[in-house]
Nanobody, 130 residues
Framework: VQLQASGGGLVQPGGSLRLSCAVS????????IGWFRQAPGKEREGVSC????????YYTDSVKGRFTISRDNAENMVYLQMNSLRPEDTAVYYC????????????????????????WGRGTLVTVSS
């Protein structure tokens, strides 16, 4: 499985960006796909995830109501729409794949344990600044 994240950039506070994760080697319907981020000097944290088996979603509390994860099964893509961006959202964003497909409570666990994710793409930098 290979993943490629794109769509990062510089945006002002309150602005929006859409990140894309291109997945190859396996269908997104057979994987949990997660978005993670790592700010300078901080540990990598889980942001959002979509389950392969039923498309259910998970969001960390700090992004609920602002970020939306979606999936295009035909294109084998996963997106992260980020609205109302804040300076504290500044980070390198990564997408990752977990071959164990699970629903909300499994995602809640794996979003907090990055070692559960088998495949990682290169990150894309998001900078929120005026």
């Amino acid at each position: 499985v290979q993943l490629q994240a794109s769509g990062g950039g510089l945006v002002q506070p309150g602005g929006s960006l859409r990140l894309s994760c291109a997945v190859s080697g396996r269908s997104v319907e057979d994987l949990n796909i997660g978005w993670f981020r790592q700010a300078p000097g901080k540990e990598r944290e889980g942001v959002s995830c979509v389950s392969g088996n039923d498309g259910s979603t998970y969001y960390t509390d700090s992004v609920k109501g602002r970020f939306t994860i979606s999936r295009d099964n035909a294109e084998n893509m996963v997106y992260l729409q980020m609205n109302s961006l804040r300076p504290e959202d500044t980070a390198v964003y990564y997408c990752a794949a977990d071959v164990t497909v699970g629903n909300y409570w499994y995602m809640d666990y794996t979003m907090r344990h990055t070692y559960e994710w088998e495949y990682w793409g290169r990150g894309t930098l998001v900078t929120v600044s005026s």
